[in-house]
């Protein structure tokens, strides 16, 4: 199957569009043009029959009428009439006889008596249109136009100017022709212009093709110029911040394995080795109960290892259950910090709390919600330098939330790397503290964990002047 470009598509779109539009504006103009020139040859025929009815029957009507005229002088006249108009002419006494006829017309209709209610019409003084061949008058179809011919306010007459019908439309065929020279040449020139055009959306889409199958090869650091600012500029832009996405999502990836691959080693190697050592009896039986401590620790960093991606994967694949109860955030608070109290202590960290009101009662799972405090809390002790200070605060807004916010002041988080703080296994660099024990899912799971109550987490920060991290809960009512 063959497969058609965006431009051999827009091409035929454009020459189809453009070729329907003509013939349909064609058909319209036909009609409308047709009607004009008829309407305009109408008016025109019906100047002239006053004109002849006021100076040509000025001179001849009366004598014309009585039988007593110069036969050459008018047949001359009438010769003139029909040139001059393009129009045969003639003339019927008031009984519906016709009297002459311009050379146009067959000399045999001179003396036969026309009783069309058309022709009554001029006999009754009226000025009348019509159309068709008038009796078999002539082979194809005519515009007629009656005057009658007064003398005083008694009809003793009327003439007829008749034209040809085919020849009126024959006058605007000449349009067709520069119609059709127009479309061809808006044809050529808009075929060219939709070339320049397309190309310039087409050839940005195959770069991307081309780099989208460079990242599909695993290289994130393809990147593609942007060159102008409409939809493809801002889609290229889209791209180059994918890929930079993507290039540092793998970095993290990485990063992740080889922590994930440390805090693996570690207690499994220490696990193996104390294990070993008291098997093969290098370790005594009176310090046996020591290191088995030291092993249960370790099982325990595992567990809270695995537990973390377990808990995250949930969440993100939305089979996360909630257990909805309400509960006192400012409790929740308190215990939470009594437990860390150890953590404040070695660090000579202190802590400020404010509470908007006595007991602030939310709906929420009050145990995922202890975890979010606590990865946040935690998260700000590892980053704030000692002797520093960590500050926690509730607000209420008027949508019925209740907003609750983390705030160290340690050395914050930079502007790049705020952009991926709630991406699962990220760490910041080495700018933000020492401590890289974690496997960078605390802030992951937080998030995670208040978007399946339906709420909002974010982050404030600047360099050198501490971090606050704030979220959001319902209100109880």
Known sequence: MIKKSILTKQLFIYIGTLFISFLTLAGVLTVAYSNYYINLKEKQLIDHGKKISQKIYEQYAINFFTGKFDANDLEYQLQVMEEYLDASVFFMNRDGVIENVTPGISRDWVGQTFTDDAIAGVLDGKVVTVKGKLNGMFPEPVLTVGYPIFIGKKVIGGVFMCTSIPEIQKSIQGMYGVGALCLGGVMIIGAFLVYISTRRITKPLLEMNEAVKVIADGNFENRLEVKTNDEVGQLAESFNNMAES??????????????????????????????????????????????????????ERLTKLTNDIVDLSRAQTSNLTLELTEFSVNELIRDSIDKLEPRFKEKDISVDIIFFEKNTIVKADEDKIRRVFHNLVDNAIKFTGNGGNIQIETASKNNGKI?????????????????????????????????????????????QFILAHGENIGVKSEEGKGTEFIFTLKKAI
């Open 403 to 447: 907003t609750v916010s983390v705030k160290d002041n340690g050395k914050g988080i930079s502007e790049e790397d705020q952009k991926y703080v709630f991406d699962r296994f990220y760490k910041a660099d080495a700018s933000r503290g020492e401590d890289k024990k974690g496997g960078g899912l605390g802030l992951s799971i937080a998030k």
């Open 246 to 299: 993507l290039d540092k999502h793998e970095k993290i990836r990485r990063d992740f394995i080889a922590n994930i691959s440390h805090d693996l080693r570690s207690p499994l190697t220490s696990i193996q080795g104390f294990i070993g050592a008291m098997l093969d009896g290098t370790i005594p039986v009176e310090r046996q109960q020591h290191y088995l401590e030291i092993v249960m620790e370790e099982t």
